[in-house]
């Protein structure tokens, strides 16, 4: 079954330099490489699912300057619909990161355009209803993440909430949410708790949502719902270059397993879902850059047919 994919989010230019080692506070390290890319949490989740296979589209803001030109054109070229892609006076979102040798990153984000988009319109809710499911991530303001939410929930469609970056979220959110993706650091601030045990993580947060999806980078992915059912899957073992997007790649694959293989229906489709993303996530890491990085549906399933073809 073909997938619809909406997703809700961020789109910025990503300032990428390479260097051998992250510099401390304070210090000043002398970088080896510098490139920009197309990035934003949002737009390379709608990249990631367009080029898995998607119809995707994107509700989101870019300024009216060079950056926002750039990143309108990067997404209609994977193939992205950008009917609801707002242009806003002012400079688009911009992200600094820095990685280093070791496919290690820090990123800082300054909003731009992005902090414009407080509310939806009539033609966002026909995008999300016409959608298997909703991809929402936080690096737009709340208000407009809660109103996709809500419609994604009073017109059937499944709400998939990437909680990055890390922050304590309301109840009237967490209430809209079927499934909850996260890394340790931010299933520890969502869930309150001072652990970066998996068990606990998942424990905690199934308090708050009915399904979770819990990314442990090398290690591959862990899931847990109210029904009992616990999962961990190992990812595929690569020599990484660059985990940028790595996560994005993860969670936009995941949207469209999750719509093509029927959701939860089953331990064997939950499964099936979790090894696809893996096997994006991976073939992501495997080149550098954001946007540039992920992987179209022959890459991902090539690396899942090599790692998980007969497994059990």
Known sequence: MSARVAVVGSSNL??????????????????????????????????????????????????????G?????????????????RTAAGPSGVALIAVDRDAENFILVAPGANGTLTELNADDRATIAAADVLLLQLEVPLTAVLQAAHWARADGTTVVLNAAPAAALPTALLDLVDVLVVN???????????????????????????????????????????????????????????????GDAFTGALAVGWAERGGASSEDTVTASLRWACAAGAACAQRPGASTALPARPAIDALYDATYRGAQ
């Open 14 to 67: 990503d300032l990428v330099v390479t260097a051998s080692r992250l510099p401390h506070p304070g210090e000043t390290v002398l970088g080896e490489n510098f490139r920009t890319v197309p990035g934003g949490k949002g737009a390379n989740q709608a990249v990631a699912a367009a080029r898995a296979g998607a119809a995707c589209d994107f509700v989101g803001a870019v300024g009216d300057d060079e950056f």
């Open 69 to 85: 030109t750039r990143m309108r054109a990067s997404l209609v070229d994977a193939g992205v619909d950008v009917s609801g892609l």
């Open 184 to 246: 340790e650091h931010e299933a520890a601030v969502v869930a309150e708790v001072a652990s970066d045990d998996p068990p606990v993580l998942l424990d905690a947060l199934l308090k708050l949502v009915p399904r979770v999806v819990l990314t442990l980078g090398a290690r591959g992915a862990a899931y847990a719902d109210r029904h009992g059912l616990r999962l961990a899957v190992p990812a595929p073992q690569i020599d990484a270059v660059d985990t940028t997007a790595a």
